[in-house]
Every structure is written in structure tokens, then in C-alpha cells.
């Protein structure tokens, strides 16, 4: 059983479309995040959820809206893409919010491409 | 605010060779630290982690020793293998501002060859 599962894996879309990436995890965690990783492999955060309360938003435009429907889930929705959106996007997921030593357990990515 | 640098790729080794990847950070609290691994077209593993100084990490034949004088996490292993080619990344936790996050450093990408 997959830990930390995300849909779609790959997604190509034009610029000015909206599209959503879904996220889950099914190992009973409260905090839910979203990590954006450049072509550079560079990797930071964008959005933290606690059981279905946001708790980090790291300046990321308001195109970006997170979703956390109950504490297993949280999608992402972005509007009107932009060439610069074209990443990858990480879903992770971890016990609770102030337990900073358990690290986080990831989902295999989406790689979003804007043409 | 906190930060993470690791030394640059890429690094090209032999089979059976040693590994030291640095990695050094800057955190105003009490971080976990973290090593974590990205194989090729995959997403992030947790390799080894510590919670508090003079913590040693290990996991598969890597360890990485919480050095808190120093501020450092390096990266260690004694003899690599074909499989291990992967980036890694080093990473500290830190519970501030109501939110816990990683902070990763900016990867260093591991080829051995036989």
C-alpha cells in the first residue's frame, strides 16, 4: 500500500488553464505539506496543513489554493498557469505539526509542465 | 531564518569507494536533522535522521553524525555501490511559528560507476 499517493503523476497543460494535483495518505498523519522542486532539484516548501487548518503559507502567489477536505487529504489547485509553475510538486506528510524529529514522508511527485 | 548548505555536485566515484557529503546549516532553535534520497524519477526517502546533538544517524551503510559545535550533518559511508547513484539531500526540521517544515539544503547528486 502506498503511504503518501498522488494524482496525477505527470501533467502537461497549456498556459491559462486551471489544474488541480490530489493528494492522500493513508498513514493516519495530521499534518499534510506541499513542496515545490525546481529544475534545479531545489526544494521548499509551499503550504502546511493541520488537521484541515493551514498552518504555513511560504509567500506563494494566490493562484495557488490548497485544499484539505479532511486530514488524509490535500489537493492543490492552481489557476491560469504560468511557463514558471512548470515543476515538480511534492505532497508529504507527517505524525504532527510539533514533532519536528520525524521527518516527513513523501509522495513520488507530479511533474507539472506549462507549454 | 533557517538554512541548509551542502557541498555541490555532481561526485563521481568508483564502486567501493568512500563518501563524505558536507553539509552544514543555521537555525535559530533546536533542529532535527535529516539526510533524505531522491533515486532517479522517485520521490524523497528518509535515509537516516537525529534529533539532538551528538545523535548518530545510520541507515544502509550511511550515517551521519549531529554535530552541534560545528553545526554539521556529513554524510558518510565507507564503500559505495552502483545503486546508491541517487541526489541526496540534507534537510533540518525546526517546530516555529505554529508550523513544522523542512528546510532542505540544495541536493548533491552521488554517480558511482563500476
Known amino acids: 500500500d502506498t503511504a503518501v499517493s498522488q494524482t496525477p503523476k505527470y501533467l502537461v497543460t497549456q498556459m491559462g488553464n486551471d489544474k488541480s494535483i490530489k493528494c492522500e495518505q493513508n498513514?493516519?498523519?495530521?499534518?499534510m505539506y506541499w513542496y515545490k522542486q525546481d529544475s534545479k532539484k531545489f526544494l521548499k516548501i509551499m503550504f502546511s496543513?493541520?488537521?484541515?487548518?493551514?498552518?504555513i503559507n511560504e509567500t506563494v502567489p494566490n493562484r495557488f489554493s490548497p485544499k484539505s477536505p479532511d486530514k488524509a487529504h490535500l489537493n492543490l489547485h492552481i489557476n491560469s498557469l504560468e511557463l514558471g509553475d512548470s515543476a515538480v510538486y511534492f505532497c508529504?506528510?507527517?505524525?504532527?505539526?510539533?514533532?519536528?524529529?520525524?521527518?516527513?514522508?513523501f509522495g513520488q511527485g507530479t511533474r507539472l509542465t506549462v507549454v | 531564518g533557517d538554512s541548509v548548505t551542502q557541498m555541490e555536485g555532481p561526485v563521481t566515484l568508483s564502486e567501493e569507494a568512500c563518501l563524505t557529503i558536507?553539509?552544514?546549516?543555521?537555525?535559530?532553535?533546536?533542529?532535527?536533522l535529516f539526510w533524505y534520497v531522491q533515486y532517479p524519477g522517485e520521490g524523497l526517502q528518509l535515509l537516516l535522521k537525529?534529533?539532538?546533538?551528538?545523535d548518530k544517524g545510520s541507515n544502509k551503510g550511511f550515517e551521519a553524525t549531529y554535530r552541534k559545535e560545528t553545526t554539521s550533518f556529513h554524510l558518510e559511508k565507507g564503500s559505495v555501490q552502483v545503486s546508491d547513484s541517487a541526489v541526496y539531500f540534507c534537510?533540518?526540521?525546526?517546530?516555529?511559528?505554529?508550523?513544522?517544515?523542512?528546510?532542505f539544503g540544495t541536493g548533491t547528486q552521488l554517480k558511482v560507476e563500476l
Open positions: 508529504a506528510s507527517s505524525p504532527t505539526r510539533r514533532t519536528a524529529g520525524t521527518g516527513a514522508f
Open positions: 498513514l493516519g498523519h495530521d499534518t
Open positions: 496543513y493541520n488537521n484541515k487548518e493551514l498552518i
Open positions: 558536507n553539509c552544514t546549516y543555521t537555525a535559530t532553535g533546536y533542529p532535527s
Open positions: 537525529a534529533t539532538k546533538a551528538d
Open positions: 534537510a533540518l526540521s525546526d517546530f516555529t511559528g505554529g508550523g513544522n517544515k523542512l528546510t
